[in-house]
């Protein structure tokens, strides 16, 4: 699937109905121990954090993410808003939906090769789906899965087509401004 915005109007991929359901199921492999995550991780050239509880604790290891993707936020309290070594950058994403705008910027920093942080106005849940298709074949992506642990996700081309088959599911419509 390629996706591209020839126009300068931001489109929006939100999430409706079932696929909420699909997306709560965690699509790697989930860790309940913070060690078996450090060393499953840590076999991998490029780690790609999505929220702030994991992003979080990869730091306090001294582990810094090739991408960090953070609101800032979890369950309503502040909680990270940068991260050393990392360029931010600022961006809105609504809950329930995935900018277009977004997307294309976080292709364009695994394209690049360059360490940064999204710091997300909004949420940043789904954004695993982009990292996930644009991350590069055998790049890590860590995500929290709430009140269980946190789940390690290989980019291989069976997870890119898993992630694609999802966002076809998603409607698309012009963003608010």
Request: with cysteine; charged share 30%; net charge positive.
């Amino acid at each position: 699937m390629e996706i591209c915005n020839q126009s300068k109007v931001d489109i929006c991929f939100v999430v409706q109905g079932k696929v909420r359901e699909e997306l709560r199921r965690p699509y790697g492999i989930l860790f309940t121990r913070k060690d078996n995550l450090i060393s499953f991780i840590l076999m991998f050239k490029r780690i790609i954090s999505v929220g702030d509880v994991v992003t979080s604790y990869l730091v306090k290891e001294g582990i810094i993410p090739f991408l960090s993707i953070i609101d800032g936020k979890t369950k309503r309290q502040v909680y990270v808003n940068n991260i050393a070594d990392s360029k931010t950058i600022h961006l809105r994403n609504e809950p329930g939906v995935i900018r277009l705008s977004v997307m294309e910027r976080i292709r364009k920093i695994l394209d690049d090769n360059k360490k940064s942080t999204l710091l997300i106005d909004g949420e940043e849940d789904l954004l695993v789906i982009p990292a996930v298709m644009y991350g590069h074949i055998d790049d890590v992506i860590v995500y929290g899965q709430p009140n269980v642990g946190a789940v390690g996700l290989e980019v291989s081309d069976i997870m890119r087509w898993r992630v694609k088959d999802l966002l076809s599911k998603f409607i698309v419509k012009k963003c608010n401004e």
